[in-house]
Nanobody
Framework: QVDLLESGGGLVQAGGSLRLSCAASGRSFPFSNMAWFRQAPGKEREFVADISWSGGSTFYADSVKGRFAISRDYGKRTLYLHMNTLKPEDAAVYYC???????????????????WGRGTEVTVSS
């Protein structure tokens, strides 16, 4: 069993920055990839970014490319999302997710991920 716990959300002004963290706890760490998704009120959950846990390769949604950076601390089993130049449309609940090996190649789809945190809310004021 693995638990994912996000932190770091809060209120920030447009143009500001935040760093989200996602700590994985439990006896095992089964993930090949980890990702961030977000969900704004009344909208579907959408992909933000993902990272290959061993190799560190990354992939971003076009809407955040150049502003957000996903990273991980391999030893601490912690995932990060560095968010810069935040816009009001970035406001959402942000979730981290873990994908196990063999779950599929479409890392931008929520259905590929079988482990989810409870989310951390990001509010961006204009």
């Amino acid at each position: 069993q693995v638990d994912l716990l996000e932190s770091g959300g809060g209120l920030v002004q447009a143009g500001g920055s935040l760093r989200l963290s996602c700590a994985a706890s439990g006896r095992s760490f089964p993930f090949s990839n980890m990702a961030w998704f977000r969900q704004a009120p009344g909208k579907e959950r959408e992909f933000v970014a993902d990272i290959s846990w061993s190799g560190g390769s990354t992939f971003y949604a076009d809407s955040v490319k150049g502003r957000f950076a996903i990273s991980r601390d391999y030893g601490k089993r912690t995932l990060y999302l560095h968010m810069n130049t935040l816009k009001p449309e970035d406001a959402a609940v942000y979730y981290c997710a873990g994908k196990v090996p063999g779950a599929g190649a479409t890392n931008y789809q929520a259905a590929t991920y079988s482990y989810w945190g409870r989310g951390t809310e990001v509010t961006v004021s204009s």
